[in-house]
Nanobody, 128 residues
């Protein structure tokens, strides 16, 4: 079993920044591609950012491209989402997720249904 624990959420004013972290345990972290997803009240969970097992490839939703940066530190078994220029519409619970990709170091996954493991989420609230 893979366990994921998000942290770093909170209340921030529009235009501000937050750094979200996801600590992963239970399996060899470097064999998993990782993703960030978010879910606002009354909406479906949506893709935010993804990173390959190797860390060489990243992808972002159009709504956050240029404002969010995803990274991973395999030595610390941790992934990050650095956010900039936050908008009220970014308000959501942010979830970290993992997809086994041991033989595919450059694969990216952006469909929630593809992910094998999920964290419990961390709430990001952006005020006007």
């Amino acid at each position: 079993q893979v366990q994921l624990v998000e942290s770093g959420g909170g209340l921030v004013q529009a235009g501000g920044s937050l750094r979200l972290s996801c600590a992963v345990s239970g399996r060899t972290f470097s064999t998993y591609a990782m993703g960030w997803f978010r879910q606002a009240p009354g909406k479906e969970r949506e893709f935010v950012a993804a990173i390959s097992r190797s860390g060489d490839i990243t992808d972002y939703a159009d709504s956050v491209k240029g404002r969010f940066t995803m990274s991973r530190d395999n030595a610390k078994s941790t992934v990050y989402l650095q956010t900039y220029s936050l908008k009220p519409e970014d308000t959501a619970v942010y979830y970290c997720a993992a997809k086994f990709a041991g033989s595919r170091p450059y694969s990216i996954y952006n469909d929630p249904g593809d992910m094998n493991y999920w964290g419990k989420g961390t709430l990001v609230t952006v005020s006007s």
